[in-house]
């Protein structure tokens, strides 16, 4: 059934439009969930030949030209099909969006469904791809008629039960869950295929393809009845089969479909009605053309979400979304031990009692997306004992997450500003732990064999393990560098107080824009003071009233008072002095992290003298900020 080529415009004007105006369209959109995937020989006539070559011109030919003719009718109708033969090859292929889900979502989900196939399937001539929002079957026969496949039908069951506790329970909503499957079979059959309904706590959808016949939907939807009560008695089951896909839960899955609009074209009247008014408040040629760069921006990032999530569900790195659930007791608030700019951090307990950390991202905006990928992508294959080692991650559940190693001694953060430290760090711990963040961030600018700018060194993203060692984290703002660039021109993102000169004025990033943050944390650590600290009577940066001590040649006084005096003098005043020439105001004039290193830990190493540092305003951090010299 096509749709007019005015409508497809204001199709593509309303879903431009969505995407702009609602940004909060989540990136790990539930429907986007893979539910059954099938790859290989399907049951075919005698005669039929598989496994054609992917490399074959004319299948790369025919392929392309499926590809446009499906994705441009379930853009206008929210299903299509295709069948086509040349050069003795035929290929078929069958593309349906559930109706519940709104037009963006069923294109969002078509697309991650051709990823899956692309990145899964491979070479094989045949393949179905259950979403939970769409599916996508090809083959090199005609199936559009077949409703159920004696050997491929799939179950897909959540490995968390019901929550019920006695037995007596476990029968009542095994009962619900039957009555349910039944009410919504009975529905679907009489209203053209697909159904939504809850029922006592239960909630259910069925959905047959548009290509079959009504006895062919009940046969498919029969057969997938049964698989789905096979879960029983976990919280949700899945059954799909050659022609339909059902399922319950007990949480509400499904959008409510809108009201019928009687007549030919549907979805399509359901589309043009609203887009017609998008349509009609887009102002200006230049307007249209920045939504629509937006929009395609969107579809290659949802692709690339779905590559990277196959990619890793076939390696080590791969935890299910639910193990990782289970783990941390369902995001128990209990289990939090951090919050960051991108999500929080909860600890959790694997299988096998492995201690954990878990990252729970929120993708609101396409920035978060950007940070995911970002985050998997450097951290992934970087090892050293001075950074956070990442475990793996998760891409199938309503939210993100990262695993890292669990660091049990928190940030360090929390043993220099609070209020109530609950230890007093050492001179010797401090020496240490500069020592390693030197080392971590050192070998990301280059000991991994490629450079890595982090952007975001603080004290909260230096975790302490049980021996108090540093453990750099949250790769989220790190940007990595080909070897031939000198510099970065890129989005401003960190934390201000630690931000360089050149970066927070021209956005020029190097890695001695992450040398000025370290020199920064190093005062911090010396003299147990915020950058930002100001007094009652004063106000200014540590950087500057480090500088004027410096002066005066009694850096040895700004020492943390909480140590008492035990501490080297000329060890501390020569670590405050690496401090500030981390942070001089010209890139060129810091030292590199390797030097740092060097200054560090080479006894009698030669500490050049430092310049004036940027400041912000001339005034001191402290009321005793002007020492004379004696």
């Given at each position: 059934?096509?749709?007019?080529?005015?409508?497809?415009?204001?199709?593509?004007s309303?879903?431009?439009?969505?995407?702009?105006?609602f940004?909060f369209?989540?990136?790990?959109?539930?429907?986007?969930?893979?539910?059954g995937?099938?790859?290989?020989?399907?049951?075919a006539?005698?005669?039929?030949?598989?496994?054609?070559p992917?490399?074959s011109e004319?299948?790369?030919?025919?392929e392309?030209?499926?590809g446009?003719?499906?994705?441009s009718?379930?853009i206008?109708n929210g299903?299509?099909l295709?069948a086509?033969?040349?050069?003795?090859?035929?290929?078929?292929?069958?593309?349906?969006?559930y109706?519940?889900?709104?037009?963006?979502d069923?294109?969002f989900?078509?697309?991650?469904?051709?990823?899956?196939?692309?990145?899964?399937?491979?070479?094989?001539?045949?393949?179905?791809?259950?979403m939970?929002?769409?599916?996508?079957?090809?083959?090199?026969?005609?199936?559009?008629?077949?409703?159920?496949?004696?050997?491929?039908?799939?179950?897909?069951c959540?490995?968390r039960?019901?929550?019920?506790?006695?037995?007596e329970?476990?029968?009542?909503?095994?009962?619900?869950?039957?009555?349910?499957?039944?009410?919504v079979?009975?529905?679907?059959?009489?209203?053209?295929?697909?159904?939504?309904?809850?029922?006592?706590?239960?909630?259910?959808l069925?959905q047959?393809w548009?290509?079959?016949s009504?006895?062919?939907?009940?046969e498919?939807?029969?057969?997938?009845?049964q698989?789905?009560?096979?879960?029983?008695?976990?919280?949700?089951?899945?059954?799909?089969?050659?022609?339909c896909?059902?399922?319950?839960?007990?949480v509400?899955?499904?959008?409510?479909p809108?009201?019928?609009?009687?007549?030919?074209?549907?979805w399509?009247?359901r589309?043009?009605?609203?887009?017609?008014?998008?349509?009609?408040?887009?102002?200006?040629?230049?307007?249209?053309?920045?939504?629509?760069?937006?929009f395609?921006?969107?579809?290659?990032?949802?692709?690339?979400?779905?590559?990277?999530?196959?990619?890793?569900?076939?390696?080590?790195?791969?935890?299910?979304y639910?193990?990782l659930?289970?783990?941390?007791?369902?995001?128990?608030?209990?289990?939090?031990?951090?919050?960051?700019?991108?999500?929080?951090?909860?600890i959790?307990?694997?299988?096998?009692?492995?201690?954990?950390?878990?990252?729970r991202?929120?993708?609101?905006?396409?920035?978060?997306?950007?940070?995911?990928?970002?985050?998997?992508?450097?951290?992934?294959?970087?090892?050293?004992?001075?950074?956070?080692?990442?475990?793996g991650?998760s891409i199938?559940?309503?939210?993100?997450?990262?695993?890292?190693?669990?660091?049990?001694?928190?940030?360090?953060?929390?043993y220099l500003?609070?209020k109530?430290r609950i230890?007093?760090?050492?001179?010797?711990?401090?020496?240490?732990?500069?020592?390693?963040?030197?080392?971590?961030?050192?070998?990301?600018?280059?000991?991994?064999?490629?450079?890595?700018?982090?952007?975001?060194i603080?004290?909260?993203?230096?975790?302490?393990?049980?021996?108090?060692?540093?453990k750099?984290?949250?790769?989220?703002?790190?940007?990595h560098?080909?070897?031939?660039?000198?510099?970065?021109?890129?989005?401003?993102?960190?934390?201000?107080?630690?931000?360089?000169?050149?970066y927070?004025?021209?956005?020029?990033?190097?890695?001695?824009?992450d040398?000025?943050s370290?020199?920064?944390?190093v005062?911090?650590?010396?003299?147990g003071?915020?950058?930002?600290?100001?007094?009652?009577?004063?106000s200014?940066?540590?950087?500057?009233?480090?500088?004027?001590?410096?002066?005066?040649?009694?850096?040895?006084?700004?020492?943390?008072p909480?140590l008492?005096?035990?501490?080297?003098?000329?060890?501390?005043?020569?670590?405050?002095?690496?401090?500030?020439?981390?942070?001089?105001?010209?890139?060129?004039?810091r030292?590199?992290?390797?030097?740092?290193?060097?200054?560090?830990t080479?006894?009698?190493c030669?500490?050049?003298?430092?310049?004036q540092?940027p400041?912000?305003?001339s005034?001191?951090?402290?009321?005793?900020?002007?020492?004379?010299?004696?």
């Amino acid at each position: 059934m096509q749709f007019s080529s005015a409508n497809s415009v204001y199709l593509a004007s309303g879903l431009i439009f969505v995407l702009n105006f609602f940004p909060f369209l989540s990136f790990a959109n539930p429907h986007f969930h893979e539910a059954g995937l099938i790859c290989g020989q399907n049951i075919a006539p005698i005669n039929t030949s598989y496994n054609i070559p992917r490399s074959s011109e004319v299948v790369e030919e025919i392929e392309s030209e499926v590809g446009d003719e499906i994705e441009s009718l379930v853009i206008n109708n929210g299903w299509g099909l295709y069948a086509g033969n040349k050069t003795n090859i035929s290929f078929y292929a069958l593309a349906q969006c559930y109706q519940d889900i709104a037009p963006v979502d069923c294109y969002f989900c078509y697309l991650t469904s051709q990823d899956i196939r692309n990145d899964a399937c491979g070479r094989a001539a045949s393949g179905r791809v259950y979403m939970d929002g769409c599916f996508l079957r090809f083959d090199n026969y005609n199936f559009f008629n077949e409703s159920v496949d004696t050997t491929k039908g799939i179950s897909n069951c959540s490995s968390r039960s019901a929550g019920v506790l006695s037995v007596e329970d476990v029968g009542n909503f095994g009962k619900n869950v039957v009555k349910l499957i039944d009410k919504v079979t009975s529905v679907a059959l009489k209203n053209g295929g697909f159904a939504v309904k809850g029922l006592n706590g239960v909630f259910g959808l069925a959905q047959c393809w548009k290509t079959l016949s009504d006895q062919g939907c009940k046969e498919c939807l029969t057969k997938a009845s049964q698989n789905a009560i096979g879960c029983l008695p976990s919280r949700e089951g899945r059954g799909m089969d050659a022609g339909c896909y059902l399922r319950y839960s007990t949480v509400k899955f499904y959008n409510d479909p809108p009201k019928t609009i009687t007549g030919p074209s549907t979805w399509g009247k359901r589309v043009a009605i609203g887009s017609s008014v998008v349509a009609f408040s887009m102002l200006s040629l230049f307007a249209a053309y920045a939504f629509y760069a937006r929009f395609k921006k969107s579809i290659q990032e949802q692709r690339k979400l779905a590559r990277i999530s196959h990619a890793y569900k076939k390696s080590y790195l791969y935890f299910k979304y639910e193990i990782l659930e289970k783990a941390t007791n369902y995001f128990d608030p209990r289990m939090k031990i951090g919050q960051g700019g991108a999500g929080s951090v909860y600890i959790g307990t694997l299988p096998d009692g492995k201690v954990i950390a878990v990252k729970r991202l929120f993708f609101s905006t396409s920035r978060w997306v950007e940070e995911f990928f970002n985050e998997v992508d450097l951290i992934n294959g970087i090892q050293h004992k001075n950074l956070v080692k990442f475990l793996g991650c998760s891409i199938e559940g309503p939210e993100s997450l990262l695993v890292y190693e669990f660091v049990p001694n928190k940030s360090l953060d929390h043993y220099l500003f609070d209020k109530n430290r609950i230890k007093i760090l050492s001179w010797k711990e401090r020496f240490q732990i500069i020592i390693g963040t030197a080392e971590g961030i050192a070998f990301l600018h280059g000991g991994a064999g490629i450079r890595i700018v982090h952007r975001d060194i603080k004290s909260s993203n230096v975790l302490l393990d049980e021996d108090f060692s540093p453990k750099v984290a949250d790769f989220g703002l790190a940007r990595h560098f080909a070897e031939d660039k000198t510099h970065l021109s890129t989005e401003l993102a960190g934390t201000l107080g630690y931000m360089a000169p050149e970066y927070l004025v021209k956005g020029q990033l190097t890695e001695k824009a992450d040398v000025f943050s370290f020199g920064i944390l190093v005062l911090e650590i010396v003299c147990g003071r915020k950058h930002n600290y100001a007094s009652k009577e004063d106000s200014g940066s540590l950087l500057q009233t480090v500088w004027t001590f410096y002066q005066a040649d009694k850096l040895e006084e700004l020492v943390d008072p909480c140590l008492k005096g035990n501490f080297p003098a000329l060890e501390a005043g020569n670590v405050l002095k690496i401090g500030l020439l981390c942070g001089q105001a010209s890139a060129t004039s810091r030292p590199s992290m390797v030097e740092v290193v060097q200054m560090l830990t080479v006894p009698n190493c030669a500490i050049p003298e430092p310049n004036q540092p940027p400041f912000l305003n001339s005034n001191s951090s402290f009321p005793a900020a002007n020492p004379s010299r004696s």
